[in-house]
């Protein structure tokens, strides 16, 4: 079973600091740190791996060959060569088999993209939802093009080109159009070029859902955010997702709850108050409903 803790990034320099043991003189404010996956694991205890973790950044790497597992959420399984993962913030993360991993890495903040994605990334790049698929098996060619992309980004980070900023957004950018390329080929994914007032709507409910679940389980508490009633957000929801309102909050701590058990050690007490439920039998309740199983057979059996 892993750690006990979870623990939490809110910067890139406190992430590399802690779990790669790195004393570099990083910028506290550091938005974008490329790198290969030989230079990050090299200080990574191959026995205990990478903890239960969750960051406030973005991470995408490519596996090229060595021994590696990754847990997302609830999900756990073994990566083969040519395997990219893309780990959205907030994301729940932990990996304790990596041994000999050649790749490419790239951590980024969100907020670094904004100049030149329009909207939210996860409105243009679907693989950043967290119900998406985030673990994509890439062909050879598929492969060589990522990599290329990853070289030109490393490769611009560490010039002094007074561009570089820019340089680097528009690298990453390119990034991400090729991996949503991978994407849509095998999901069926379909991105609106200009997403609609009702996609931006849905995609900024849920964004508060993803900061909130824990405290605010009310849908008409989120119409207040967003400044309307709340039957037009019912509306909108159910019109671009298939979905009430109200299903998205309990999916999205359905899924969290799945996780800490799946993930942690901790009691379950002490998850169903984490979680804001009143006590632990209506935490089991709600996990009995919702999949049918109780908290002790999910940890168990999943």
């Not at 993209?113 to 409105?123: C, H, N, R, S």
């Amino acid at each position: 079973m892993p750690d006990y803790k979870i623990l939490t990034f809110d910067t890139i320099a406190a992430f590399e600091r802690k779990i790669n043991h790195d004393n570099s003189p990083y910028d506290p404010d550091l938005m974008l740190l490329p790198g290969t996956l030989q230079e990050r694991h090299q200080k990574v205890d191959p026995k205990r791996g990478i903890p239960t973790l969750r960051r406030n950044f973005n991470l995408i790497y490519l596996l090229l060959g060595g021994l590696h597992d990754v847990r997302l959420d609830d999900k756990h399984r073994w990566l083969m060569p040519h395997d990219l993962v893309i780990v959205p913030e907030n994301m729940l993360y932990s990996s304790y088999n990596i041994r000999g991993c050649n790749g490419y890495c790239l951590e980024f903040k969100s907020e670094f993209m904004q100049p030149v994605v329009k909207g939210t990334l996860t409105e243009q790049f679907p693989f950043f939802d967290l119900q998406a698929e985030h673990v994509v098996s890439l062909t050879k060619r598929e492969s060589e093009l990522i990599q290329k992309a990853f070289t030109n980004i490393i490769e611009v980070n560490e010039g002094k080109s007074r561009e570089k900023n820019q340089l680097l957004r528009d690298y990453v950018h390119i990034l991400l159009l090729l991996i949503r390329d991978c994407y849509k080929a095998r999901y069926n994914v379909y991105i609106k070029d200009k997403a609609t007032r009702a996609v931006k709507l849905t995609s900024e409910y849920k964004r508060l859902v993803e900061e909130k679940f824990k405290e605010v389980r009310e849908v008409q508490q989120y119409a207040s955010m967003l400044n309307i009633t709340p039957k037009h957000l019912a509306d909108v929801v159910k019109s671009t997702t298939g979905k009430p309102p109200h299903d998205i909050i309990k999916n999205r701590l359905l899924l969290e709850a799945k996780a800490l058990l799946t993930s942690t050690d901790l009691a379950l007490a002490e998850i169903a108050y984490t979680l804001g439920f009143d006590d632990q039998s209506h935490f089991s309740h709600f996990i009995k409903r919702r999949t049918g199983y109780t908290p002790l057979e999910l940890r168990r059996n999943f």
